[in-house]
C-alpha cells in the first residue's frame, strides 16, 4: 500500500514545500472556470485575472448572499456557479433564515476535495506506519441518516455521509461496513444494532465519523457483545479517523474504550463545503492544510471581519493569528465565509488549528447550535410559559458511559415561567423546527438527550459579570459556548 500510494506521497511533499506556488495554480485553474459561467459574466472575469484582480471583482459572500444562485442550480439552472453540471446538494444545518443550506457538489469537487481527502489520510497513515496490518480489515464509518432526496428535476439532497455512500468506488465499498441500506437507516438505534449485527465477527482495523456519535455506537457494540472494551471485540482495530466537533472532551473516554498504546487517532477538517485538512504527525494536535484540492484559501483576521480590506491569501498569514477562512472551491463557492475560524501553527509547511465559529455557538455532537437559534427558542418558551428573562447561557454536557450529552440551560428570569418543565420542552421543539443538525441529533434521544434547566437565583450574572469585570459598555453575556467554563463558574456562584 505504500507503494500505490508513492505518487500521492510525493505530491503532498511537493505542496508542504511550495504552498503558495500551488495554491496560485488551484485559483488560475478556478478562475477559468469561472470565466464561462453566469457569475464570471456577472463579475467581469477573465482567465487571466491575477489573484488581486480577482478579489478586487468578486465580493466577499456568504451562504445567504449565495442563496439566490446555489437555489437556481438546485432548480435545474446550470453554468451559474460552475461549468460542468452540479446534481448533488449537500444539506447541512441553516442559517438564521432557514432550517437547512444546500451546499452544491460538483463532480469535480467530490473527486478533488471529498473523495481524495479519505484517500489521503490513508496514505498518510501508510507512511506514518508502515508495518501497520490495517489494510487487512475493514473499516467502520458512522455517516448521517438523511437519504439521498430529488430536490427538483436533476438535483438530489442529502448529507454528505449519503452523498459520499453514492459516489464511493466498488472496490473501497467492499472494505467497508456497513452496508448502504443500514448506513441510510434514519433510526439511530436500529442503525446501530444493525451494525452491531453486520460488524460481529468482521476484521475492522479502523473506523471513521464524529467522535461523539462513534462514542455511543461503541458502548452499543460492548452492550451487545458483553465485551469489557472493543479491543475484545475487534482485535485488529489500530485507528480512529474523526472530525466535526472538537476530540479532546472524549479523548479519555475513547482510552478506557481502546486500552492499548497502539490505539491511533488521526483528525480531520471536512465539511460540506469541502475536505480541507488532516492530522499527518501524529505527535502534533494540528493539521496539515491540504493545498491541491481545487481549493483556494483567504483569511481575514477576526478582530477584522467586516474589513474586506484585511482580506489574505495564504501567503500573507502569520503564526498565532486568529482567522476566519473563505474558501473558492471546485464545487462553485467563490469567496465564501464558511463561518469557521482558524489559527496558524506553522506556515513552513502551512499547519493550522481549528479556533471555533466566527459566531457563537455550540457543536460538541455536530449539532452546530447558533445564537440565533437559542435566541428564537428562549422567545418560544417564554411565550409558551409566559416567563420573562434576565439573562441565559448555555453549554454542553458530556457523554459519560452510557449516557447522551445534553445541552445545559442556565437561565435567570424576571417572571418564573408558569412550568418549568414546558419551559424547556418548548425550547426544545422550537431548537428542532429550527435547526436540523440538533433535530438529527435529538431524533429518539441518539446522541442529545432533552436539555436541561438549571434556574440562576436573582442578580447572578450581574455578579458574575462583575466578578470578570465585564460590566458596561459593548460587554454582553456570552450566550452559548461549545465548553463548559462559563457555566461551571457560574454553577459554583449558584451553588
Known sequence: MRLVFSRRRREIDYFRQNGVEVQYR????????????????????????????????VPLGDYLSMNKDILRTKNGEQNVLWPSEIKWFAQSSGTTDSKSKYIPVSEEGLKQSHLQGPKDVMAVFADNYPDSDIFLGKILT?????RIERGGESAFTGDLSAILIENTPLWASTRRIPSVETALIPDFDLKVRRICEE???????????VPSWNLVLMQYVLEYTGKS????????????VHGGVNFAPYREQYRKLFPSPDMKYMDTYNASEGFFAIGDMPERDDMLLMLDYGQF????????????????????????????????????????????????TSTAPYRIRITGRTKLYINTFGEELMIANAEEAVVAACKAT???ITEFTA????????????????????????????????????????????????????????????????????????KRGKIGGQNKVPRLSDDRKFVEEILEMIN
Request: hydrophobic letters at 40%.
Open 26 to 57: 488551484q485559483l488560475q485553474q478556478l478562475i477559468g472556470q469561472l470565466e464561462g459561467t453566469e457569475l464570471g459574466r456577472r463579475y467581469g472575469i477573465s482567465a487571466l485575472d491575477s489573484y488581486e484582480s480577482f478579489a478586487g471583482k
Open 142 to 146: 458512522l455517516g448521517g441518516s438523511c
Open 199 to 209: 460488524a460481529e465477527g468482521e476484521n475492522i482495523s479502523a473506523f471513521a465519523g
Open 229 to 240: 472494551n472493543i479491543l475484545e471485540v475487534w482485535p485488529a482495530m489500530e485507528l480512529f
Open 297 to 344: 484559501y483567504e483569511f481575514v483576521p477576526v478582530d477584522s471581519l467586516n474589513d474586506a480590506s484585511k482580506v489574505i491569501p495564504l501567503e500573507g498569514v502569520r503564526e498565532g493569528v486568529n482567522y476566519a477562512m473563505i474558501i473558492t472551491t471546485s464545487g462553485g463557492l467563490w469567496r465564501y465565509m464558511i463561518g469557521d475560524t482558524v489559527e496558524f
Open 386 to 388: 409566559g416567563a420573562q
Open 395 to 466: 453549554a454542553p454536557i458530556y457523554m459519560e458511559g452510557r449516557t447522551k450529552g445534553a445541552h445545559q440551560w442556565i437561565v435567570e428570569f424576571s417572571t418564573e415561567p408558569s412550568d418549568r418543565s414546558v419551559f424547556i420542552t418548548s425550547l426544545d421543539t422550537r431548537l428542532k423546527e429550527l435547526n436540523s443538525d440538533y433535530e438529527a441529533k435529538r431524533f429518539a434521544d441518539a446522541t442529545l438527550r432533552m436539555p436541561v434547566l438549571t434556574v440562576a437565583p436573582e442578580g447572578t450574572f450581574l455578579r458574575w459579570m462583575e
